[in-house]
């Protein structure tokens, strides 16, 4: 394989690596600030793509940015059902057995599956380009400008949500009832309000995850738990807990998919990464699993102090 073939190979995996790592993202936070998987986040990836594909007739085709335009549209929309979704499936469950809300997001993602299969129809769906145009050529290397656009895209909505997080007052009062809720509530924080903003950022990280995705590789009703499944494997890799490792181990995801799918094929890949997950016994391969939530931002008391100024 030339040399040519190896750097389109990985830039292919990059794009897809860093849409990936929206939805791992977006299942570290939900992690960390509810003590729980939402096991329906793969499926409102899925309704994010949908999303898009639902609203592109508002923005039309004149544009040359339709996806662009696009974003800020469905992560709105993604974040107040995110919201919504915190109220329906967590809130009045969570007190109970930790298998209560694995049961009530399971089902919230079933009903998404369905409703997505009643309005769209099961045949795969192709979402709005985030730009127009087709490719750039550089040499002999020709790199889609969509690729191009989902990677920079993904890069300002992980670093924008890491800024968030670590430096807003909003993000540290995040962070400090994800770490320490009763010292939280103590100090006047609102528990139910900061975790209801945790599930509405997760999964508008995951609508735009969706509307990224739904343009070159296709959305479909079913895709949700595949979805899940790769942000399962990602934050394992990563190290449990982790928000760093949950977007390189994305990356890796991505990257792995497209050598093996170029050398062999896609179904080949999947059956690997599925593989993989039955032999990861002990999570974080590339970091040990955070002992304590959100251990790759500041330790609770530091967090805390910074709150109380």
Not at 47 to 65: C, Q, R, S, V
Not at 232 to 250: F, H, P
Request: proline share 4%; charged share 10%; hydrophobic share 60%.
């Amino acid at each position: 394989m030339s040399a040519i073939a190896l750097t389109q190979i990985l830039l292919n995996g990059l794009a897809l690596g860093a849409a990936y790592a929206l939805i791992a993202l977006g299942f570290v936070i939900v992690l960390n600030a509810a003590g729980a998987v939402n096991f329906a986040q793969g499926e409102l990836v899925m309704a994010g793509g949908f999303a898009a594909i639902a609203l592109a007739p508002l923005i039309g085709e004149a544009t040359a940015l339709p996806g662009l335009f696009l974003l800020p549209l469905v992560m709105a929309l993604m974040g107040l059902i995110g919201a919504g979704f915190a109220w329906i499936a967590y809130f009045p469950v969570h007190k109970r057995h930790q298998v209560a809300v694995f049961v009530s997001t399971i089902a919230a993602g079933l009903v998404l599956q369905h409703l997505a299969n009643a309005l769209f129809g099961a045949a795969p769906r192709a979402g709005p380009p985030l730009i127009a145009g087709d490719s750039l050529t550089i040499g002999a290397l020709s790199i889609s400008l969509q690729q191009i656009a989902v990677m920079i895209c993904a890069a300002v909505l992980i670093s924008g949500t890491g800024l968030f997080l670590g430096r807003t007052q909003t993000g540290r009062h995040m962070r400090a009832v994800a770490q320490d809720p009763e010292m939280a509530a103590a100090i006047g924080i609102r528990s139910k309000r900061m975790i209801t903003l945790s599930f509405a950022l997760a999964i508008a990280l995951a609508g735009a995850a969706g509307l990224l995705l739904s343009n070159q590789f296709f959305v479909s009703p079913n895709d949700g738990g595949l979805f899940m499944l790769k942000a399962y494997i990602a934050v394992t890799i990563g190290g449990w807990g982790r928000l760093d490792g949950a977007v390189i181990g994305a990356l890796l995801i991505g990257i792995f998919e497209t050598l093996v799918a170029a050398f062999a094929s896609y179904l080949v890949a999947e059956a690997l990464l599925y593989a993989l997950l039955l032999i990861m016994r002990t999570p974080g391969w590339l970091w040990a699993s955070a002992p304590e939530r959100w251990r790759s931002m500041p330790c609770s008391s530091q967090v805390i102090t910074r709150c109380m100024c």
